[in-house]
Structures are given as structure tokens and as C-alpha cells.
């Protein structure tokens, strides 16, 4: 067989082989005091801090009512268009109303009247259907039994209808009577008109229990959303374009599928990120509650970052809660590098890539840092690589 015959060529060129795959290596073998390279790293943040709940939701007011009757329970899913209450405006007045009882209690002692001879089994059901849900109601009242008053409170007002429809209905003939039926027929006309049904305007869950920020604080708000309204919210105080009262709130409808928590960052321990949304929150009093969350907005003042969370998940008793203790927690994969190789250049975190003598500087968000290490992501997509050497220029 014929023996190859190794060259000096190859040996020049396995040198340069050589030489090429230790300039390759060499960041990682030997890194100069100058140098970082960019590694991957993971890292699981808990932040427990104030926030500020805001919901998806309208407010129904009137500056001049003097009565409302609801016609749906607190908490109950609507439909655009279906009727929420009854409202009543000034000029009403609660006489009108006592009239009218009076009037339809005057009905019925005479029609027992007329009826003391007379045997209606019918009438005498619907009776005692009253009585009892009468007494049911009495022992809720006074703790001697246990159950749902507003259920027990649906079913007696029921009872009492019915009675009073089969009365209209199987009337006698008598004079006295027809006076009675058209005296309370002028007491429900004078009472109906100052009766104004409100029907809901979206579909969503009622609530009859309002604090007063519902105007400012709302989906409709977020982006006009400043540090000082937040910082105002959680001190107890008024916003400044605070124009509803309490009292002028009859009702809301609440979109219970999309709502947003608004917390105050001091400091660079922690500094959310527009987009993130492996965010985890829980709020303090409802540690069985877990929402998934992600970041909506974030605004910078000075050293203070507002950051608005936006959650998808049903609200559930949160419906009711205005602000609190949140404890917001993500697990975090991404590209790291030696804090050292962090810069500011007015105002703007970056890092300085290795591509030429002097560098290139690439703006980074930091996810998060432990005071040696920090998680960062350029600002634009793909412009720094895992293995990149960037330079410590400090």
C-alpha cells in the first residue's frame, strides 16, 4: 500500500485551525477582566407589595333619587337590556307608597268581608302560603332559624302577589269594592310616574355596593392611570377628578372576566416588563386565590414605576375589594450577564456588545437582579446571542 506523505501545509494548516477554535473559546476559558459573556440563567422572583384594584365596569348614577328597588340580586349575572332597578325620582315621596298599602289592605279586609260565608279553597291556599313564608320570614329575622333571607324575602313577596291577582281576578260584584280597586289604581299611576326602569348597558355581574372611585378607576382610565392618582387611592384620599359620591351611585356592572391590578415600584429591585405575562398574583385575606397575570403598562417617574397587571381569570370576591397587599411571583429563563456589564446611558439600561474595539451599546430591559447577576432582554428582539461577549468598561 502506498504510505501519504504528511506536508508542511498541513501543519500550517491545522495550526490555523487550532488558533481559530481557541479565539472561539477563549471567552469562556480565559475571559479577559474586561469581558462578560452573555450565559442564560433562570431565576423565580416574589414581590409582595400595595396595589390598587381596577375593574372593567360602569357606573349607573342619579343626583335625584328617593328610591330604588332592585329587581336583581347582588352578584347576579345580566344581559344588555335586562332590567337592574327601579328608580325612583325626587318628587316621590314615601307617602305615596303608604297610601297605596293602606289602600290594598282596606281590599283585602273586605273582601274577607265578603267572603266570611263563603267557602274558596283556592283563596285559602294562597293564605296560608302567605302565612307560612310570613312566619319564615319572622324567624330569620329573629335568629331563630337558619337559612337564605333574600331567597325567603323573593318567595313571601311572591305569595302575596299571587293572592292579590287571584283577588282582582275573582272579585264580586259590589260598589264599595270598584271604589277600592280605583283608588289604588290613582295611588299606582301616582307612583309610577316617578318610576324610571334602568336596564343594563353591557352584559356582565351586578353590584349594588360602590366606593366612589368606580368614574376614575376603570378600564376606560388606565392609559391617563399617574403615580400620584394611585399613591392618592392607597392613602384613602379622593382623585382629583373625583366627581361621583357614594350616594350618587345607584349600581354597577362589572365585566368580571378582565380586570387590572396597579402597584408601586420603588427602586430598580423590581421592574416589570411591558408584555411579561408569567406573572402569578395573590391577593392577602384570599391566599386560596391564585390569578394569572401579565404586565399591561408600565410608566417611570423619578425612582418610583407604576406597573399595571391585567388578569383574565373570573374576579370572584375581589368584586368587592379596592385595594390590599398583593404578592406577585414569576419564574424567569433568559439571557444573564455580570451586573458589572450594565450601563446607563441617560436613562436607558444597556449593555455594551464586543463586536469592535470600542463596542456596540444594545438596550436591555433587566428582568431581574440579584446584585451579581442580572436577566436581561434587548430591547429589540434578536440583538444580543447567547456565547456574545459584551465589555465591562467600568
Same mark, same amino acid.
Request: proline share 2%; glycine share 6%.
Given at each position: 500500500?502506498?504510505?501519504?506523505?504528511?506536508?508542511?501545509?498541513?501543519?500550517?494548516? *491545522?495550526?490555523? *485551525?487550532?488558533?481559530?477554535?481557541?479565539?472561539?473559546?477563549?471567552?469562556?476559558?480565559?475571559?479577559?477582566?474586561?469581558?462578560? =459573556?452573555?450565559?442564560?440563567?433562570?431565576?423565580?422572583?416574589?414581590?409582595?407589595?400595595?396595589?390598587?384594584?381596577?375593574? $372593567?365596569?360602569?357606573?349607573?348614577?342619579?343626583?335625584?333619587?328617593?328610591?330604588?328597588?332592585?329587581? =336583581?340580586?347582588?352578584?347576579?349575572?345580566?344581559?344588555?337590556?335586562?332590567?337592574?332597578?327601579?328608580?325612583?325620582?325626587?318628587?316621590?315621596?314615601?307617602?305615596?307608597?303608604?297610601?297605596?298599602?293602606?289602600?290594598?289592605?282596606?281590599?283585602?279586609?273586605?273582601?274577607?268581608?265578603?267572603?266570611?260565608?263563603?267557602? $274558596?279553597?283556592?283563596?285559602?291556599?294562597?293564605?296560608?302560603?302567605?302565612?307560612?313564608?310570613?312566619?319564615?320570614?319572622?324567624?330569620?329575622?329573629?335568629?331563630?332559624?337558619?337559612?337564605?333571607?333574600?331567597?325567603?324575602?323573593?318567595?313571601?313577596?311572591?305569595?302575596?302577589?299571587?293572592?292579590?291577582?287571584?283577588?282582582?281576578?275573582?272579585?264580586?260584584?259590589?260598589?264599595?269594592?270598584?271604589?277600592?280597586?280605583?283608588?289604588?289604581?290613582?295611588?299606582?299611576?301616582?307612583?309610577?310616574?316617578?318610576?324610571?326602569?334602568?336596564?343594563?348597558?353591557?352584559?356582565?355581574?351586578?353590584?349594588?355596593?360602590?366606593?366612589?372611585?368606580?368614574?376614575?378607576?376603570?378600564?376606560?382610565?388606565?392609559?391617563?392611570?399617574?403615580?400620584?392618582? &394611585?399613591?392618592?387611592?392607597?392613602?384613602?384620599?379622593?382623585?382629583?377628578?373625583?366627581? &361621583?359620591?357614594?350616594?350618587?351611585?345607584?349600581?354597577?356592572? &362589572?365585566?368580571?372576566?378582565?380586570?387590572? =391590578?396597579? &402597584?408601586?415600584?420603588?427602586?430598580?429591585?423590581?421592574?416589570?416588563?411591558?408584555?411579561?405575562?408569567?406573572?402569578?398574583?395573590?391577593?392577602?385575606?384570599?391566599?386560596?386565590?391564585?390569578?394569572?397575570?401579565?404586565?399591561?403598562?408600565?410608566?417611570?417617574?423619578?425612582?418610583?414605576?407604576?406597573?399595571?397587571?391585567?388578569?383574565?381569570?373570573?374576579?370572584?370576591?375581589?368584586?368587592?375589594?379596592?385595594?390590599?397587599?398583593?404578592?406577585?411571583?414569576?419564574? @424567569?429563563?433568559?439571557?444573564?450577564?455580570?451586573?458589572?456589564?450594565?450601563?446607563?446611558?441617560?436613562?436607558?439600561?444597556?449593555?455594551?456588545?464586543?463586536?469592535?474595539?470600542?463596542?456596540?451599546?444594545?438596550?436591555?430591559?433587566? @428582568?431581574?437582579?440579584?446584585?451579581?447577576?442580572?436577566?436581561?432582554?434587548?430591547?429589540?428582539?434578536?440583538?444580543?446571542? @447567547?456565547?456574545?461577549?459584551?465589555?465591562?468598561?467600568?
Amino acid at each position: 500500500m502506498r504510505r501519504v506523505r504528511v506536508t508542511g501545509r498541513f501543519y500550517v494548516f *491545522l495550526l490555523a *485551525l487550532l488558533v481559530a477554535a481557541f479565539l472561539v473559546a477563549r471567552p469562556w476559558l480565559f475571559p479577559r477582566s474586561n469581558e462578560t =459573556v452573555i450565559m442564560m440563567a433562570n431565576s423565580s422572583q416574589i414581590q409582595t407589595v400595595d396595589c390598587v384594584i381596577i375593574r $372593567d365596569e360602569s357606573l349607573t348614577t342619579s343626583d335625584s333619587t328617593a328610591r330604588v328597588e332592585f329587581s =336583581v340580586p347582588e352578584n347576579s349575572l345580566v344581559s344588555e337590556g335586562d332590567a337592574v332597578a327601579s328608580i325612583y325620582t325626587t318628587g316621590y315621596s314615601e307617602s305615596l307608597l303608604n297610601n297605596l298599602e293602606s289602600t290594598r289592605q282596606n281590599i283585602q279586609n273586605y273582601h274577607k268581608e265578603l267572603l266570611a260565608n263563603i267557602v $274558596d279553597s283556592n283563596l285559602s291556599r294562597l293564605d296560608q302560603v302567605v302565612n307560612t313564608m310570613a312566619l319564615e320570614f319572622k324567624n330569620l329575622i329573629t335568629r331563630q332559624t337558619t337559612g337564605n333571607l333574600r331567597t325567603v324575602t323573593t318567595q313571601l313577596q311572591t305569595a302575596m302577589v299571587n293572592r292579590q291577582d287571584y283577588l282582582r281576578q275573582n272579585k264580586r260584584e259590589d260598589n264599595k269594592l270598584t271604589k277600592l280597586y280605583e283608588a289604588e289604581n290613582t295611588a299606582l299611576t301616582n307612583i309610577q310616574s316617578w318610576r324610571k326602569v334602568s336596564n343594563a348597558n353591557r352584559d356582565g355581574v351586578v353590584s349594588f355596593y360602590i366606593d366612589g372611585y368606580e368614574n376614575d378607576l376603570n378600564a376606560d382610565t388606565l392609559d391617563a392611570l399617574s403615580i400620584a392618582d &394611585v399613591r392618592a387611592v392607597l392613602n384613602g384620599g379622593n382623585l382629583a377628578s373625583t366627581k &361621583v359620591t357614594r350616594s350618587d351611585g345607584i349600581y354597577r356592572i &362589572v365585566n368580571q372576566d378582565k380586570w387590572y =391590578v396597579a &402597584v408601586l415600584v420603588e427602586g430598580d429591585s423590581w421592574t416589570p416588563i411591558k408584555g411579561q405575562d408569567d406573572y402569578y398574583v395573590q391577593l392577602e385575606g384570599f391566599d386560596d386565590l391564585s390569578y394569572a397575570a401579565s404586565v399591561y403598562s408600565v410608566k417611570k417617574e423619578n425612582n418610583t414605576t407604576l406597573a399595571i397587571f391585567e388578569m383574565k381569570d373570573p374576579i370572584g370576591p375581589l368584586i368587592y375589594q379596592r385595594s390590599g397587599k398583593a404578592r406577585f411571583s414569576i419564574t @424567569l429563563t433568559g439571557l444573564s450577564v455580570a451586573v458589572e456589564a450594565l450601563y446607563n446611558d441617560n436613562g436607558q439600561m444597556g449593555v455594551w456588545l464586543y463586536d469592535s474595539p470600542e463596542g456596540t451599546f444594545v438596550p436591555v430591559d433587566v @428582568l431581574s437582579s440579584d446584585g451579581h447577576v442580572a436577566l436581561i432582554q434587548p430591547v429589540t428582539e434578536g440583538a444580543l446571542q @447567547l456565547g456574545q461577549t459584551v465589555l465591562i468598561k467600568k
